[in-house]
């Protein structure tokens, strides 16, 4: 037998590999600056020693180990069942089957709007809301679809614009109420009812507002914008975290670095 024919590797076999690192990928930026991520690496290092218990034929080791991992299958489920909802959103609203997908990114002769000057404009927003302290519920869709919450509200179709918020978000306005959903620089829901977050990790201070910014923000890749009504203060939602601002210029450039 040849002594290289461990070398052997064949496309399929490197297939494996890169799918492999694509789902490792994916797994992290959906748990990344989460507690999951401590979760997970503690399983991969329990997966790990299993694999060198087996390589060693550490046979009694191995046995606890792997009767430990099948086991704990369904404890994984409970303890990620947010990731996993996420991941499988992440995957039914695939870019090739949206309007925002490849065949976008190879359009060249259609010029669209950057979405710097749509965040500048409604970060601004924020800011005069902030001082009158009017609540405002901004969301901003990524990648998956939002159709879920947009069916709660009301269909809208109108480019962002200041005057536009204000009067959505006007404290005697009928559209007052609950969210809107911004898509590529294009409000297209208002009065929008989000999912509340019940985590006992919120500020007991949080209102429903901030529940549902953070709600939605843990069910799919979007972004939140919090005004409060109390207060006045400003509040950055992302990927289940969310954070207190002053500076609406820093707040600009995270928003737009996290759309980018």
């Known amino acids: 037998m040849d002594s290289f024919d461990f070398l052997d590797i064949g496309f399929l076999d490197i297939l ?3 799918l492999v690192a ?8 959906l748990i990344r600056g989460t507690a999951a991520i401590n979760i997970f690496i503690g399983i991969a290092i329990i997966y790990l020693i299993w694999k060198l218990t087996q390589a060693l034929e ?35 609203s695939t870019n090739i089957a949206s309007k ?6 190879f359009n060249f002769f259609k ?15 924020c800011e005069e809301m902030s001082k009158s302290k009017t609540g405002v519920l901004i969301v901003l869709e990524r990648n998956n679809n939002l159709e879920f919450v947009k069916i709660t509200g009301d269909p809208m179709y109108i480019e962002v614009n200041k005057p536009i918020l ?13 969210a809107i959903v911004v ?25 429903l507002r901030h529940r549902a910014a953070l709600g939605i923000t843990i069910r799919s890749d979007a972004l939140s914008i919090v005004v409060s009504e109390e207060t006045g203060q400003i509040s950055y939602m992302n990927n289940g975290a969310f954070i207190l601002f002053e500076d ?3 707040l600009s450039e995270i928003i737009k670095e996290d759309l980018s």
């Open 16 to 18: 494996d590999i890169v």
């Open 22 to 29: 694509v789902l490792l990928f994916y797994i992290f930026k």
């Open 58 to 92: 550490m046979e009694l080791l191995s046995d606890i180990l792997g009767k430990f991992l099948g086991g704990g299958f369904i404890a994984l489920i409970i303890v990620f069942q947010q990731e996993i909802r996420k991941f499988l959103l992440m995957v039914g």
């Open 100 to 105: 925002k997908g490849i065949l976008k990114r």
């Open 111 to 125: 010029s669209e709007i950057a979405p710097n000057n749509q965040i500048d404009i409604i970060v601004s927003f």
């Open 166 to 178: 204000k009067s959505i978000f006007y404290k005697n306005s009928p559209l007052h109420d609950g």
């Open 183 to 207: 898509e590529n620089n294009i409000i297209t829901a208002t009065r929008v009812i989000l999912p509340i977050e019940n985590t006992t990790e919120i500020p007991a201070h949080f209102g």
């Open 248 to 250: 609406t210029a820093e």
